[in-house]
């Protein structure tokens, strides 16, 4: 009940910007209007996979309406100096000045620069390590903005690196599926990344 009402307040607190939404697109005002009412009178008699679905639905329409916040996504100056930081460092990617500089510009262009960066790191890390995917730098660096793109564009609520590194290490463990990394890296592709 708690994510059905989450998911009501959400759309009626969007319903509030009645000015902002009749301008830019009347149908979105109508549209939403609808959903609260349906979700109102129907949501006891929901099954537990949609209660869920609807609670990350909800989820996404607060993301989406939400302006980002700087605690999530971060000043993009201070965000710049980590990333730049990072990348230049040994630890990190290991890249020459000119290098790092394009890629702290390229993190803090995203649309949640600090958020962005929070998957790519790790991400970049698990796909570079040896007890992880032991991929090249550059194949890292792909995997991990990979990662990075389709939790951004989830608006940071799947958690799908983590569900990666579980698939992935499962696949490709000899007490899992016993794969080898291509095959590990395909499986967790297709569970976490769809």
Same mark, same amino acid.
């Given at each position: 009940?708690?994510?059905?009402?989450?998911?009501?307040?959400?759309?009626?607190?969007? &319903?509030?910007?009645?000015?902002?939404?009749?301008?830019?697109?009347?149908?979105?005002?109508?549209? &939403?209007?609808? &959903? =609260? @009412? $349906?979700?109102?009178?129907? @949501?006891?008699?929901?099954? =537990?996979?949609? #209660?869920?679905? !609807?609670?990350? &639905? +909800?989820?996404?329409?607060?993301?989406?309406?939400?302006?980002?916040? @700087?605690?999530?996504c971060g000043k993009k100056t201070e965000v710049f100096q @980590? !990333?730049? $930081?990072?990348?230049?460092?040994?630890?990190?990617?290991?890249?020459? /000045?000119?290098? =790092?500089? $394009?890629?702290?510009? #390229?993190?803090?262009?995203?649309?949640?620069?600090? !958020?962005?960066?929070?998957?790519?790191?790790? +991400?970049?890390?698990? /796909?570079? !390590?040896?007890?992880?995917?032991?991929?090249?730098?550059?194949e890292a660096k792909k995997t991990a903005a990979k990662i990075?793109?389709?939790?951004?564009? $989830?608006?940071?609520?799947?958690?799908?690196?983590?569900?990666?590194?579980?698939?992935?290490?499962? /696949?490709?463990?000899?007490?899992?599926?016993?794969?080898?990394?291509?095959?590990?890296?395909?499986? /967790?592709?297709?569970?976490?990344?769809?």
């Open positions: 009940m708690k994510i059905i009402n989450k998911s009501v307040s959400i759309v009626l607190c969007s &319903l509030s910007m009645t000015a902002i939404a009749s301008t830019s697109n009347p149908s979105l005002y109508d549209t &939403l209007y609808r &959903l =609260a @009412e $349906k979700v109102y009178y129907i @949501e006891y008699s929901l099954s =537990a996979e949609q #209660l869920k679905m !609807a609670g990350e &639905l +909800a989820n996404q329409i607060d993301s989406v309406i939400s302006p980002p916040s @700087e605690t999530m @980590e !990333a730049y $930081k990072w990348a230049y460092s040994s630890s990190g990617l290991n890249d020459t /000045a000119s290098d =790092a500089e $394009k890629f702290a510009t #390229l993190i803090t262009n995203q649309y949640c620069p600090a !958020a962005y960066f929070k998957v790519f790191k790790p +991400a970049y890390t698990f /796909a570079y !390590a040896s007890t992880g995917m032991d991929k090249t730098r550059s990075s793109d389709y939790e951004a564009s $989830k608006f940071y609520i799947k958690n799908s690196l983590q569900c990666y590194i579980d698939s992935y290490t499962f /696949a490709y463990s000899s007490g899992g599926m016993n794969k080898t990394r291509s095959e590990a890296e395909n499986f /967790a592709n297709n569970q976490c990344l769809v």
